[in-house]
C-alpha cells in the first residue's frame, strides 16, 4: 500500500549546526504536507506545512523541501538548539478531500550540546 | 482560545474494564480525530469525525472500541474489556474543517492496563 516513512530513524546534531530530517512518500496524489514535532510526554506540534504548488516554504529557522518528482519531503533546522529534541513527523494528506493524514514512523531528533 | 484538551492525562487500569477518553477540541473545529500512540511509535488512525458526516472508523482496531461525538464537539473514545496491548497514549487532534486543514493535538492520555 501507498505509505509515508522515513529515512532515518535517529539522527544526533551538534547544537548551532543545521539538522536535514527527511521523508519519503509514495501517494503521488497528495497535495498536502506536515511536520510535526512532538516532545516527551507532550502531543505533536505544528511545525509548518507545505502544498503540492510549491516546492519551498520557510518558516523561523525552519525550512521545508518539497520535491515531488521523487516524492520526497524534507525539514531542515538551522542552528539547531538543545531545545529542537524531539521526535518529527510528517504527514500527508493523500487526496483531496475529507481524509485523514497519514503520518510517517518519525524521525528522532538528538542535539548535543 | 484554550487548545485541544484531553482528560484524564493518565488512567491505569485492569485488565477486562472499560475505560472512557474525552476529548474537547478548539472551539469551532469541525474536525475531530483520534490516534493511537504505543511507545516510541509513530501515529496510528483510529477514528474520523467531520461535521454530521458519518465517522470514518477504519482505523479502529478491534469491536472493542468506540468513539462518539455529542453535538459536534466533545468526543469520548471508549474501550471495552481492556487488554494490556490496549496500553498506549492516545491522542486527539482537531482541524477547522476538512482532512486537508492542519490537524491541532491535545497532549494525550496514558493508558495502562495491567
Known amino acids: 500500500g501507498e505509505s509515508v516513512g522515513l529515512h532515518l530513524p535517529t539522527l544526533s546534531v551538534q547544537e548551532g549546526d543545521n539538522s536535514i530530517i527527511n521523508c519519503a512518500y509514495s501517494?503521488?496524489?497528495?497535495?498536502?504536507f506536515i511536520w510535526y514535532k512532538q516532545e516527551s510526554g507532550k502531543g505533536p506540534q505544528f511545525i509548518i506545512d507545505?502544498?503540492?504548488?510549491?516546492d519551498k516554504r520557510q518558516g523561523q529557522r525552519v525550512t521545508v523541501l518539497l520535491n515531488k518528482t521523487v516524492k520526497h519531503l524534507s525539514l531542515q533546522i538551522a542552528a539547531t538548539q538543545p531545545g529542537d529534541s524531539a521526535v518529527y513527523f510528517c504527514?500527508?494528506?493523500?487526496?483531496?478531500?475529507?481524509?485523514?493524514?497519514?503520518f510517517g514512523k518519525g524521525t528522532r531528533l538528538s542535539v548535543i550540546a | 482560545g484554550a487548545g485541544v484538551s484531553q482528560s484524564p492525562s493518565n488512567k491505569v487500569t485492569e485488565k477486562g474494564k472499560d475505560v472512557e477518553l474525552r476529548c474537547d477540541p478548539i472551539?469551532?473545529?469541525?474536525?475531530l480525530y483520534w490516534y493511537r500512540q504505543s511507545l516510541g511509535q509513530g501515529l496510528e488512525f483510529l477514528i474520523y469525525?467531520?461535521?454530521?458526516?458519518?465517522?470514518?472508523k477504519s482505523g479502529l482496531p478491534s469491536d472493542r472500541f468506540s468513539a462518539e461525538r455529542t453535538g459536534g464537539s466533545v468526543s469520548t473514545l471508549t474501550i471495552q474489556r481492556t487488554q494490556q496491548e490496549d496500553s498506549a497514549v492516545y491522542l486527539c487532534?482537531?482541524?477547522?474543517?476538512?482532512?486537508?486543514?492542519?490537524?491541532?493535538f491535545g497532549p494525550g492520555t496514558r493508558l495502562t492496563v495491567l
Open positions: 501517494n503521488s496524489a497528495s497535495d498536502y
Open positions: 504527514a500527508e494528506n493523500p487526496s483531496s478531500g475529507n481524509t485523514p493524514l497519514v
Open positions: 472551539s469551532g473545529h469541525t474536525a
Open positions: 507545505i502544498r503540492s504548488n510549491m
Open positions: 487532534a482537531s482541524s477547522p474543517s476538512s482532512g486537508a486543514d492542519t490537524q491541532y
Open positions: 469525525f467531520q461535521g454530521n458526516s458519518a465517522p470514518d
